[in-house]
């Protein structure tokens, strides 16, 4: 176990002091013989150690190191029996001691802002053994403090605001300076403040660092910002001190403290006697000094002969005031006006109104220049009234527009006929009385909107316009009619008196009264045994069944002529037919089946019903027509021209000079239609070139009855043109050198093996062909059909 020595200062004179150390527990990691020497001194309850005093100044910049103090023990002798040892903070590298003498010195600049003291520990050893002598003691190295930190606003710089015109000693800011110096030992750290740039408006005070204001008439209008500069300086401020500086900026803020004012006195403006009501016809501003809400004002009209027809507002942005026309000038009748206008602040501080009101009033005096207006008509909107039966030339009313200037030019009348496409009026261009110029039909248009135009004649570039609205009165020129277009059935169980319809009118037709309808029958179907009418009172009326037991197919529809009066003056009717279709009911009066052609699908009635049957023929016979024109052969060019030539024969011909088989006038004539009188019958061969009627008889009739049918159709075709062609001959001719190349000719011989089935393969077109040469018997007979 060791002990620690608690260190006690005493002051024993200048420079000097004894340290008187009591012995404490201490952890130790000595060894046994260490801890017997310092068992053997436990009997001193007291030592004494004597040293310099332990302060050292920072910033010491001398080349040998600094001499600090001097440990000393009672047991050293002088000898060189103690050794003296130093631990703790900064011991070797910053603290250095003398072994032998106690002596200790600092190797290192020291600075107080870094760290203001150092602990270190003391031991005296015996030399020879290496026990301590003295219980180990601890003490500290205080660095003592200079003056070598400035003062530092670590806040600046500074921005302050204050209201002009605020009396004198008004806070405006409060700096702070800071001094890293120790501000326990001597006046390194004690700062006074004063102010360097300013001083004429503000003031600081030394001690607390407060900007005021120095005087009581700082005028925002004058001077808005002031800069500043704020010195602190330690020392007490005294020669010597360091010293540091901060800027200050104090914007000045706006009071309500100037009245807004007009720069003149009057205004005089010039306004067209044309311009648009609501329309800014001037504009003033007052100025006011201030900014802000404080410059927003409020502009009156006082009084003047222009009161009831200008008005004034402020544009919110600019401030100024806008005069404003509210209601129509006209030069003729007034030429100018007058109006006194007052400017205020809209909010008023009222800890200056002592220095007068804050408003301004001026005079404001408007010119109505003269200007060319268009006529004005006495009424912008007129109405009329006419009966539809009116006749044309029918006077509805007239307009009137003068000229409003003092030429007074005369106007010319007419009607824009954009508004009335139709003409259906007229209007006199000197007296502007209007006219019907048609018959009016209050059914297809009850209220007509036409725009009449007055010109003046002297300038036609004046023009001016004004509506007619011509309202049609109706009168009773429509019959009425059924309301829709009934589809009635009736069973053939139904009972007499049973309603098998209700119906109704229409009438386009709208008299004040509302439409009283009167139903009954016709004089011709007062005696019908099957149905009667019965008037509902109600501008209805129901069908009833006079009879039981009707009979479909005896009797599939039944018609009942139904005449419908309006009541009118003149009163109008119309007979309307109903239409009652007998149907196989169930019990229930359910119809399951009716007439032929009376099944029609629910709301299309008998009308409809042929209107159907009118367009699905119409599209049937267009079908026809169609699929007919395509199987007509196309008229072209005479360069491809469909020729048919049907030419019977019963050998091969006369060669080239058989020029008998084509009608070249029909060839060379193509365009000429045949004549109408010519009859298909003159196509067919005379009997007398028909040759060998033996085996070839029946084959010959065939031919003849295939050509007349065909001729026949051709005939009878009004858009066919003559280029039919028929020729029978018996012989070829003997005017060709050549042999013949007929192929049929090898019909006659025996050793021909010739066959003609491979036609019957060929399809539907060669079948005819191929019954013909398919059963040949013999003989040089054939025909030759070309297209």
């Known amino acids: 176990l060791t002990m620690f020595l608690l260190v006690l200062w005493a002051e024993s004179g200048y420079g000097m002091m004894t340290l008187n150390s009591v012995l404490l527990p201490q952890v130790s990691s000595g060894g046994q013989g260490e801890r017997a020497g310092v068992q053997s001194h436990l009997r001193r309850r007291r030592r004494s150690w004597v040293w310099n005093q332990f302060f050292i100044l920072e910033e010491y910049v001398g080349d040998e190191p600094l001499y600090v103090g001097k440990l000393h023990s009672d047991v050293d002798k002088g000898d060189g029996q103690v050794r003296y040892i130093l631990s703790g903070e900064g011991a070797k590298s910053i603290f250095s001691i003398d072994e032998d003498t106690g002596d200790i010195h600092a190797i290192r600049r020291l600075d107080r802002e870094q760290q ?362 429509n019959a009425p009619s059924f309301a829709v277009d009934y589809q009635t059935f009736v069973c053939e169980n139904a009972q007499p008196g049973q309603v098998v319809e209700t119906v109704s009118a229409v009438d386009p037709d709208k008299p004040e009264n509302g439409h009283q309808f009167l139903f009954s029958v016709s004089t011709e179907a007062a005696g019908n045994l099957s149905f009667t009418l019965r008037d509902n009172n109600d501008n209805t009326a129901s069908v009833l069944t006079r009879r039981a037991g009707f009979v479909r197919r005896e009797r599939p529809l039944h018609f009942l002529p139904v005449v419908i009066s309006d009541g009118g003056v003149p009163s109008l009717s119309s007979t309307n037919t109903l239409t009652v279709t007998v149907c196989d009911c169930d019990v229930h009066g359910n119809h399951q089946h009716c007439s032929q052609g009376a099944e029609l699908p629910d709301g299309l009635g008998t009308s409809t019903a042929v209107l159907l049957t009118c367009i699905l023929l119409g599209v049937v016979m267009v079908t026809i027509a169609m699929n007919r024109r395509r199987a007509e052969p196309l008229l072209i060019d005479d360069e491809r021209d469909i020729r048919e030539n049907i030419v019977c024969y019963d050998d091969e011909g006369g060669g080239e000079e058989d020029t008998e088989a084509f009608d070249m006038f029909a060839l060379r004539h193509l365009n000429q239609t045949q004549p109408a009188g010519r009859d298909a019958a003159e196509l067919l061969p005379p009997p007398s070139l028909t040759r060998n009627p033996g085996p070839h008889k029946d084959k010959n009739r065939l031919f003849q009855e295939f050509i007349r049918d065909r001729l026949k159709e051709a005939g009878l075709d009004p858009t066919a043109p003559p280029y039919d062609s028929l020729q029978t001959y018996a012989f070829e001719g003997r005017g060709s050198a050549t042999q013949s190349l007929s192929s049929l000719s090898s019909l006659s011989s025996l050793e021909s093996e010739q066959g003609y089935e491979f036609l019957r393969e060929w399809g539907p077109s060669f079948r005819k062909l191929a019954d013909l040469y398919g059963h040949h018997e013999g003989g040089g007979r054939g025909v030759a059909s070309g297209v």
């Open 116 to 477: 203001a003291y150092y602990t270190l520990r003391a031991q005296a050893r015996d030399r020879s053994t290496n026990l301590l002598v003295e219980p180990e003691s601890q003490f500290i190295i205080k660095v003592q403090d200079i003056n070598d930190n400035e003062p530092r606003f670590l806040d600046g710089p500074y921005t302050a605001q204050v209201a002009e015109c605020s009396p004198v000693g008004t806070s405006v800011v409060t700096v702070v300076a800071t001094d890293a110096d120790d501000p326990t030992y001597g006046n390194s750290a004690r700062l006074v403040y004063s102010i360097l740039q300013g001083q004429t408006h503000f003031s600081v005070e030394p001690k607390t660092g407060v900007v005021r204001t120095a005087v009581p008439d700082l005028d925002r209008e004058v001077q808005e910002h002031y800069l500043l500069v704020i010195q602190a300086k330690d020392m007490m401020g005294q020669m010597g001190g360091l010293s540091g500086t901060t800027s200050v900026t104090v914007t000045i803020t706006d009071v309500n403290d100037n009245p807004p004012r007009f720069p003149r006195k009057s205004y005089q403006f010039s306004l067209p006697e044309a311009a648009l009501v609501s329309s800014v016809v001037a504009k003033i501003k007052a100025v006011d000094l201030d900014v802000g809400p404080n410059t927003e004002v409020d502009y009156k009209i006082l009084d003047g002969d222009g009161l009831g027809t200008f008005r004034i507002l402020c544009d919110p942005d600019t401030q100024e005031g806008l005069v404003i026309l509210h209601k129509a000038v006209d030069f003729e009748a007034k030429s100018s006006y007058t109006l006194r206008v007052e400017a205020s602040n809209r909010y008023v501080d009222t800890r200056y109104l002592s220095a007068g009101p804050f408003s301004d009033v001026v005079m404001v005096r408007l010119l109505v220049e003269n200007v060319d207006e268009p006529p004005v008509f006495s009424a912008s909107i007129s109405r009329m009234a006419v009966s539809e039966a009116a006749p044309v030339g029918t006077d509805l009313g007239s307009v009137s527009a003068h000229d409003p200037d003092a030429s007074n030019s005369p106007v010319r009348y007419s009607i824009d006929r954009q508004t009335d496409l139709q003409r259906y009026f007229d209007i006199d261009s000197s007296s502007g009385v209007i006219r019907t110029n048609r018959r009016l039909d209050r059914e297809l248009s009850v209220l007509h909107n036409i725009t009449v135009v007055a010109t003046e004649t002297l300038d036609p570039s004046q023009v001016g316009k004004a509506v007619v609205l011509v309202s049609v009165a109706d009168v009773n020129d």
